[in-house]
């Protein structure tokens, strides 16, 4: 183990193409996901879910014959049971956030933004594939909100604790192939919550099922993270093994580190015996000499290709990225990277957006990202939870440094997995830095607070002694024993004031803000007006706790020991609107609206984060009725000096001053607002606004060229109103009417924290001049999409955008809601026919067997009858029309009886299918089946039984 100050010097490194552009980085999206290598398939479950919002309570269990039942594996009752009757729900795609859809209401909880929550049930059945038998298969389940408890087939798999973390669930054992077909359930609980933001509610992000050989790599089992010691670049390797055959296997570990251009660069080889269900780590090294470095400009990605052979048969295969460089966080000077100094300019993010809640299409999150590039950020705080696993692969490819945070303060065994999950799955992602453990929690200043942090820094350094661990913490720090004292990098929420005292004190202990600011802008306003909860933009506004834009970043970019900022928030987020109430329903705070229109901290921070320059004036200049009133003139800038003129006149040249900002009062008049920027005396910059006529036109802006035909393709359109001269006018406040052909229209925004219209639907208000527009393809289109907005007395605003043929994921085979006949008790043989009739007694647990239709036929022991029974409620829409019972095979001849009466029969010895009409009209039905045996003759029901419905 390093020692804590070897430990912070130490390297880091990791892995492919660097794609930072728009349509190329929304291609390589795509193209990461669903990626089958020989030996495995990742298919998406997103598709073929049925799903029920509000609670279906468990039915109560009566009875001796029913409890007993009740206790046994596949037996779950309720809307959890295979054969629940779910044909009457409506059918969802996943990513999939059903409180999006809630319109806010003042009586549901202000934290989540207004909208309702609550219980949702999704229910699928998966048809697997005989060839699939045989694998090994594994549920992952990538984000649910918040809580959930998973039923395959009956049997309770999973609980999920974490509304953030992906969980993984080895299905094999419960899977059958073939005809029968897999009842996957999930119940979504949201009314828990663990954050005090809003955090949607359902399958909000994707689903997948990974089938593998039976020796194979486990999931999140590469760590590939380069490491430069002692001169040289090296990457320890790290390779989990899962066995599940009948035997110990020797198998044959081979990783290659591949280049950008594809070349094979560095080998490991090694041999490994994997015992029977058990986990085998593979250790190794490959030296790397000379490779290109990751960095924020240069986001050199190299691939690590891990093999799994026997006998030259290759097993498995996983491509892990990586990327090269160093990392330190220095006491006295700060942040490294490649020995580089870099100053964090960061901001924290939630991760929903305005229209989608937190079922976030790639292509959305891929213009977020993009935006905070352009704003000049170059570190990224995950508050206070893991994102989508996408997050980081973009992270990775934009060039981000990336603190990444961990949801549940809490080192019981449990929540200590969710931890364990989050390094074992980010840990090769070059743009992770830091690992936070916690975010401002109560005990942090006790010896409860800091002996929980000790055990949770502990399981992260088992896992990656790369990057140092961190707690954002908002007090304690000088307390005699905090939860500072057992992280490697001192986090301070806000505590201006302590930054100095805290280096004064422990001089050694390396520091950065964890969260800072929290200014409050509404975009566009100039004005603030509390009765109308609506904020000037001016960077005046921050909250107690906090305080401006301006301030927030002097007081750390002239602290060198401070290694950065963490700007609360990089875009506005639902829920939490504070300093107000209803009707404001989503946040103050952000650097950027809810939709990612820049507010004018955006000018500001960009002034102060990017070196190229920037000038910018606010506010807007349509001011009628404020002729002759002088209006304050705010520069955002990062010049030497500037001079702001109104028509042609000058208000003065200052000095500029990059913290405070530069600021001139101006009496209105119409016309042109300009700014002269300079650096070194010369001109380095213009700036100007015109005062707009009145709106006539709409126009429709989209964030990319093009979009790909593949169903899941997002991306977001801005709308504004134009005036007859074409310029934007600031103030329209149209109902614009949106129309997509060729594509869907997934939800809506325009900025406002005060609007309380729905964010679905095709209608939204421009607020402040702007909305925005999300709209998503449809699988196996090409040609345009033809977007338009329209409002009356505006020209209509449309769009062409090209839609490309694309690859769509590979999906899950699923089916339609049918009625599986489970349940089947069998008799004993008796030498005369049976009564259709006849029952098992209701405590008699022995004498009668279970039988599972579908396994194959075996011969009679005696000859004589067997009555075959299973009984249970049918499915709304067979009572209602009736339906069809399909046997899939019978094996000998039988008759098919309900409630007593025949309705079908087979006379044939061979097996084959016995298909039969169902008669509506019953509530409740019991099928027996009568079967003549004959000693050492096989008979039965060797396929699965199933009542589909007719409407
Ligand atoms: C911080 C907290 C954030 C957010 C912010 C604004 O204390 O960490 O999650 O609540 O305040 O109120």
Known sequence: MLNRRDFLKSAGALATTSVFGQSAAYAATVQSRSASTPGRAVVSLNKGWRFHEGDI???????????????????????????????????????????????????ANVSQGYRKRGIGWYRSLIRLDEADHGKHIELQLDGISTLATVWFNGSQVGHVWSGYNSVYIDLTPFATYGEALNSLVIRADAVAMQG?????????????LVKREQVHIVTDGVFAHPVFADGRWSIPLEVTLYNIRK??????????????????VARFSAPAEVGVLARQVVNGSMRVDSPNLWSLEERNLYSVRTRVLQDGKLLDEVTTRCGFRTQRFDPERGFFLNDQHVKLQGVCIHQDHAGVGVAVPYGVLDYRLRRLKE?????????????????????????????????????????????????????????????????????????????????????????????????????????PVNAAQAVDVAGFNYQYPSYEAFHQKFPNVPMTSSEDVCGYQTRGAYLTVPEKHIFASYDDDAASWGTTHRVGWKAIAEKPYVAGAFVWTGFDYHGEPSPYEWPSNSSFFGIMDLCGFEKNAFWLHQAQWRKEPVLQLAPHWNWAGREGQPIMVMALHNMDEVEVFLNGRSYGRQKGDI???????????????????????????????????????????????????????????????????????PLAQHQIVFKADGGDIIGLGNGDPNDITSEKGDTRALF????????????????????????????????????????????????????????????????????????????????????????????AEQTGYVLYAA???????????????????????????????????????????????????????????????????AHGLSGVVRLWSIS
């Open 57 to 107: 309570p468990m039915p109560t269990v009566r009875g001796h014959g029913s409890t007993y039942a009740n206790a046994k594996a596949g037996m779950a009752g309720g809307a959890a049971a295979p054969d629940f009757d779910d044909s009457e729900w409506g059918s969802v795609t996943l990513p999939h956030d059903f409180a999006s859809f809630q319109l806010p209401e003042e009586s």
């Open 196 to 208: 005090w933001w809003y955090e949607g509610a359902g399958i909000y992000r994707n689903t997948w």
């Open 247 to 264: 035997r110990a296997q020797q198998v044959q570990v081979e990783s290659v580190l591949i280049d950008a251009a594809g070349k094979t």
């Open 375 to 479: 704003l000049g950020v170059n570190a990224i705080r995950c508050a206070h939870n893991a994102q989508d696993k996408r997050f980081y692969e973009l992270c990775d490819e934009l060039g981000f440094l990336v603190m990444d945070e961990n949801r549940m303060f809490n080192p019981a065994p449990e929540h200590m997995e969710e931890l364990i999950w989050l390094v074992r799955c980010h840990r090769n992602h070059p743009s992770i830095i830091l690992w936070s453990v916690f975010n401002e929690e109560p005990s942090q200043g006790t010896e409860q607070g800091y002996e929980m942090v000790r055990r949770m820094t502990a399981a992260v350094r088992a896992l990656d002694t790369s990057r140092p661990t961190t707690a954002a913490m908002n007090f304690g720090q000088f307390e």
């Open 659 to 729: 913290y405070e900002m530069n600021r001139w009062q101006v009496p209105y008049a119409p016309g042109k607002l300009s700014a002269v920027g300079y650096r070194g005396g010369k001109v380095a910059k213009r700036f100007e606004i015109e005062t707009t006529g009145e709106p006539v036109a709409l126009k429709l802006t989209p964030d990319r060229g093009f979009m790909l035909g593949d169903g899941l393709d997002a991306q977001p359109f801005k709308v504004e109103a134009l005036d007859a001269k074409g310029r934007h006018v």
């Open 768 to 859: 402040n001049g702007l909305a925005q527009v999300i709209v998503q393809t449809r699988e196996g289109t090409a040609g345009t999409l033809k977007l338009s907005a329209s409002a009356p007395g505006l020209k209509t605003g449309v769009l062409h955008v090209d839609v490309r043929k694309a690859q769509p994921w590979a999906y899950q085979a699923t089916s339609q809601p049918v009625q599986s006949i489970g349940g089947w008790r069998s008799s004993p043989v008796d030498p005369a026919p049976i009564d259709p009739n006849l029952r098992a007694g209701g405590t008699d647990m022995n004498s009668w067997g279970w039988i599972t239709p579908g396994t194959k036929a075996k011969p």
């Open 871 to 937: 009984e249970g409620w049918l499915f709304s829409r067979v009572r209602k029309h009736g339906g069809r019972l399909e046997f899939v095979e019978v094996t000998g001849p039988c008759q098919v009886f309900i409630d007593g009466r025949k309705i079908g029969e087979k006379t044939t010895d061979a097996p084959g299918p016995l298909q039969m009409a169902f008669p509506p009209g019953l509530d409740k039905f019991r099928v027996s089946v009568l079967c003549p045996v004959k000693a050492g003759q």
